[in-house]
Antibody, heavy 119, light 108 residues
């Protein structure tokens, strides 16, 4: 049974870089059976797709985040990470890591979420 | 970008009632790649329906999804107390992946 757990600083200064890690158990980030995904939810708002990593040749990001976002995988620690540069208060959100299978991009496993405040 | 609009914004019903939630897309969702999630307060979303009508593992059969093209719906046939939550639709037929703004299902 796959489990995901986010970790990272809860407070980031404006213009700095937000970095979060998702620890994966019960599956390997090095296989090609999952879309390793980040979703965020701003306070009182809906869900926003940030992006996913499928393989080094298949990484997709929300264009609304421009070139600020990077998602990467570390096979040695079985984790995947989110890096968001030049943050502003608008990046304050709960950040979820999640996983979808290959047949349908339906996020069936989620972490509990990590609250990040930019201030 | 495919914009998803959910209606109503808030739905006030009683346990035992039937709930009908709508998700409308600005363009046809390819291959009916439409997903529904439930989110309770303080919890991550929970997958309910994928492929517009396929129930995810462990989801009770009172939840059903239907629709195609630009019009999709989620029906909860008889509301249980734990069903009062926020529901989101999501499409992945087009990039970027997008979510609707959510429908809040509250106890009347």
């Amino acid at each position: 049974q796959m489990k995901l757990q986010e970790s990272g600083p809860g407070l980031v200064r404006p213009s700095q870089t937000l970095s979060l890690t998702c620890s994966v158990s019960g599956a390997s980030v090095s296989n090609y059976f999952h879309y390793w995904t980040w979703i965020r939810q701003r306070p009182g708002k809906g869900l926003e797709w940030v992006g996913y990593f499928y393989s080094s040749q298949s990484v997709h990001y929300n264009p609304s985040l421009g070139s600020r976002v990077t998602i990467s995988v570390d096979t040695s620690s079985n984790t995947f990470s989110l890096r968001l540069t030049s943050v502003t208060a608008a990046d304050t959100a709960v950040y979820f890591c999640a996983s979808a299978g290959l047949d349908y991009y339906a996020l069936d496993v989620w972490g509990q979420g990590s609250t990040v405040i930019v201030s | 970008e495919t914009v998803l609009t959910q209606s109503p914004g808030t739905l006030s019903l009683s346990p035992g009632d039937r709930a009908a939630l709508s998700c409308r897309a600005t363009q046809a969702v390819k291959k009916n790649y439409l997903v529904w999630y439930q989110q309770r307060p303080g919890q991550p979303p929970r997958l309910l329906i994928y492929g517009a009508s396929k129930r995810a593992t462990g989801i009770p059969d009172r939840f059903s999804g239907s629709g195609s093209g630009t019009e999709f719906s989620l029906i909860i046939s008889s509301l249980e107390p734990e069903d009062f939550a926020v529901y989101y639709c999501q499409q992945h037929g087009d990039s970027p992946i997008t979510f609707g703004q959510g429908t809040r299902l509250e106890i009347k």
